[in-house]
């Protein structure tokens, strides 16, 4: 009933998957807290402003097949600035997400997404910064994109004990409750 799931996620995750081991099972990880959150209770959301531009319907194709999709680009980027000794220090980073969205798709409405990000600095002496080349020092480009969905399928890589709700992967069931042992009435005279 989360009404910003996708910022939220992470609240509700326990495990993920990291890989598989060399028979092709599913390395299992616990997904663990940063100290900070464990003392403080609460999650940073301390994230820059996002845009988000819709630019129309468009086809997609994808391996589960093409879907007239509605595509919107979502965009963020922070800088710093920070002085270290007599030098200045300028770091940016930029993130762009190309996402297309179907009503076809259930749950999600996902698509695909297309990922850009991005990062680069340089550094100046006082007086300098104009002979400063802004370097990358990290860039990342990649996609995900929608493979099937439906009924009746078997996941691969989730154990069968996981491929139901929390609510009924619960303990085993609970014996019935005993009736409450109702002591004798004594009389008073």
């Known amino acids: ?14 495990k993920y998957i990291d890989g598989l081991d060399e ?13 900070a959150e464990l003392i403080t209770r609460g999650f940073d959301y301390d994230e820059p402003a996002r845009t ?20 919107d680009i979502q965009k963020w980027r922070e800088t710093t600035n920070k002085q270290e000794g007599d030098s200045t220090l300028y770091f940016e980073k930029a993130e762009t997400h190309t996402r297309w969205w179907s009503n ?7 698509v695909r997404i297309d990922q850009h990000n991005t990062q680069r600095q340089r550094t100046w ?9 802004l370097l ?15 009924t009746g399928m078997k996941s691969k890589l ?8 929390l609510a009924q992967q619960g303990a085993a069931p609970k014996p019935p409750a005993r009736a409450p042992v109702r002591k004798p009435a004594t009389t008073r005279s």
């Open 23 to 35: 028979h092709g099972k599913p390395l299992e990880q616990l997904f663990l807290r940063a100290p």
């Open 52 to 71: 988000t531009d819709t630019v129309g319907v468009e086809k997609v194709e994808v391996p589960k097949g093409t879907f007239d999709a509605l595509k």
């Open 158 to 165: 989730i154990p069968e004990r996981f491929q139901r709700s």
């Open 136 to 150: 990358t020092i990290e860039e990342a480009v990649g996609s995900t994109m929608l493979v099937d969905f439906g």
């Open 104 to 110: 076809q798709v259930p749950i999600t409405s996902l």
């Open 1 to 14: 009933q989360d009404t910003l799931p996708a910022r939220d996620f992470q609240k509700y995750m326990r």
């Open 125 to 133: 002496m006082i007086g300098e910064s104009a002979n400063a080349p």
